[in-house]
Structures are given as C-alpha cells and as structure tokens.
C-alpha cells in the first residue's frame, strides 16, 4: 500500500508542478495582460522619426527648429496626459504644430516612444561635478577660449553646447584626450603667404580648387585667390591642444565631461518659462 500512495502523491505532485511551471511559461512568452495598455514601441518609433524627429531630432535631443524633449527635466516632468496634450494641440505661438490626425493610440505609441529616449538620456551616470566642471572650462582647461557654451566661448573649436547632451562621460572624456586629432573639414589649418609677402595662419573655413577663405586667431576672414598666393601649406593636426591628459587630472577630466553632458540647450534656456524649474 505504502509505495502506491507514495506514488500517487509523487504524480499529484507532479501535475501541480508542471501546471503552475505552464503558467509561469504563459506568462513569460506572452504579458498580455500588460501590453494591452501598453503600445507597441516600434509603432512608436515610427512616427517619431517621421512626425517630430524633424525638429527635434532622431534622439529627440533638439535642433535648430525644436528644443530637447528627450534630456530636459522639465519635459520629462510633464505627464503622460501633459504630453499627449501637447502633441495633439500643439503649443500655440510656438513652431510646435498641433498633430490632430494621429489616434489617440498613435500618440499614447509617441509618448511611450519618447520616454525610453528620455530613460536613456536619464540613465547617464554624471562622473564628477558639473559645477566645478564649468569652472575648469572657463579657466583653468581654457577650453573657452576656443569653444562657445550657451552662447559664451571662442570660436575656434566647434560649439560644445550640444556635444554632450546624449553620450556618455567615457566618450566625452575620450574625446578631450584624443591624440593625435584628425580635424573634421571646416578646422583644418594652413599657413600661406600673401602676394605682398605677409604670412597668416588660421582655419581653413571654405576651400575650393580656385580659392580659400582663412580665418585667423583674432577671428577676422580672408578670402584668396590661390593664383594671388605666394604659399598655401596645409598643416596637420588640430589647433585643439593634445595635452590635456597631462593638464588636466583624472577627475578634473570628469567634472568637465559632467560639464559637457548637462549644458541646457540655447534654445531650450530661451523662453523665460522654460527656465523656471528646470531643476538642473
Ligand atoms: C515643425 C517643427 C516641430 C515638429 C515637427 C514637432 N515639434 Fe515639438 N516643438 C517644436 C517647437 C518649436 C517647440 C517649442 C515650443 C515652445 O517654445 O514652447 C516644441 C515643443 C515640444 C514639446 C514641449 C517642450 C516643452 O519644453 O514644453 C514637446 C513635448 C514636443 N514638442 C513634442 C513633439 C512631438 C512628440 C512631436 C511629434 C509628434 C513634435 N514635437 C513635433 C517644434 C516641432
Ligand atoms: C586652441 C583652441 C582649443 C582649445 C584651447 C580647446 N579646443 Fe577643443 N577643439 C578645438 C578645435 C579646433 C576642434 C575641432 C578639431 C578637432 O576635433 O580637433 C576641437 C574639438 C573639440 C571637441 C570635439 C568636438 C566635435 O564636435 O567633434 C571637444 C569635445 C573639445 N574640443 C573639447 C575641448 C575641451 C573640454 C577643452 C578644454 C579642456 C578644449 N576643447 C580646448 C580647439 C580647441
């Protein structure tokens, strides 16, 4: 008697098991329950890209036509229903259109869209102190005297103000010790001398086969002939100095890339009611 029953406690045993594994495999292979009032991402992302990425950009970062949705606090503080309000209505006044044809399903795919590109820009760890960052650029790293930040800076290195807004403190730490550097058309630098002998150095900002225009330190413009020239020599490498790795230490390095991954957009700053609480 005793093996039977423990063989029928052994099979219940196993039909309770194999019943609750099936359910938890259900549930694995297909949340229903939950999709349901979630949307599909990729219908999401589909029209972003072709609805707003326009203006606001792929990353949803911004662009000269639109603000940062994706790395603002103040957008990601908006609600869901705040959000899809904007989007069916608009922001009258502004260059924000009202998109009326899209389903109430199409805009709640938008925002959902829109929230995993803010989560990534969220998930950035910052590696040091964007405070004493911003300090180091404007002094001690001098980086300002080449490169412009929400509207203050040089001019010879590219505008940083948007450089940091999605990557990460790694790639921007990189990137400020790179070397050697290849510079991207537009900072490549030349030393020529002039018919009447006069000699200049700068960027090359324009070239063609017949003429070059070269801006100088002081920021002034000269345009060429080439004819007209006596030298024309191209020179490698970039005006952006190699030696920050020695310059500059570890963590000074990461107060700088924090720096660089917060600057609010110029135009995001703009509209005074933008600044209120921004809470950055
Ligand atoms: C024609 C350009 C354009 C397109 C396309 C566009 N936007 Fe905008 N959007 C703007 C501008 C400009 C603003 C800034 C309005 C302002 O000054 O408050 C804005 C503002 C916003 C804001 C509010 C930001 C804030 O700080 O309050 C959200 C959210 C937004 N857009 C989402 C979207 C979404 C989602 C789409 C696609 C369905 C989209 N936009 C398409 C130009 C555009
Ligand atoms: C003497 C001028 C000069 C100084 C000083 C300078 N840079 Fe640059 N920087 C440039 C130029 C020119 C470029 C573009 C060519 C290149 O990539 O080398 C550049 C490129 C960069 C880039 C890449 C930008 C892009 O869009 O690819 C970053 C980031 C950068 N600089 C950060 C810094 C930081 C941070 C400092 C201060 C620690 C600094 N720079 C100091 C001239 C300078």
């Known amino acids: ?4 029953r423990q063989s029928l406690y052994q099979v219940g045993l196993f039909f309770v098991l194999s019943i609750l594994s099936i359910s938890i495999l259900q549930a694995r292979q297909n949340p229903s329950s939950e999709r349901d009032t979630k949307t599909n991402p990729t219908a999401g992302r589909g029209t972003f890209n072709s609805s707003c990425a326009g203006c606001h950009g792929l990353d949803g970062t911004g662009s000269d036509k639109a603000v940062n949705i994706s790395g603002s606090a103040r957008v990601r503080h908006l609600s869901d229903a705040q959000l899809s309000s904007i989007i069916s209505n608009g922001v009258p006044g502004t260059g924000m259109p009202a998109f009326r044809s899209l389903t109430a399903r199409q805009v709640r795919a938008v925002v959902d869209y829109l929230r995993s ?3 990534k820009a969220e998930g950035r760890v910052l590696p040091g102190d964007p405070k004493r960052g911003k300090e180091i650029f404007f002094g001690k790293g001098d980086c300002s005297a080449c490169h412009t930040i929400s509207g203050q800076g040089g001019f010879l ?11 990460s403190g790694d790639a921007i730490r990189d990137e400020i010790v790179r070397s050697p550097r290849v510079p991207s058309i537009g900072y490549r630098t030349a030393a020529l001398t002039t018919e009447s002998g006069e000699r200049l150095e700068g960027l090359v900002r324009n070239e063609d086969n017949f003429s070059v225009q070269l801006q100088t330190k002081d920021g002034s413009f000269h345009f060429f002939k ?3 020239l006596r030298s024309f020599d191209r020179q490698d490498g970039s005006l952006m100095p190699a030696d920050y790795r020695n310059r500059l230490s570890e963590s000074e390095l990461n107060d700088l890339a924090s720096y660089l991954m917060t600057t609010p957009s110029p135009n995001q700053a703009a509209p005074p009611r933008k600044k209120v609480d921004d809470d950055e």
Do not use: F, N, W
């Open 1 to 4: 008697m005793v093996p039977i």
């Open 226 to 228: 080439k004819t007209d």
């Open 117 to 119: 590109l803010q989560g």
């Open 157 to 167: 290195g590219p505008d940083l103000t948007e450089h940091g807004a999605t990557s």
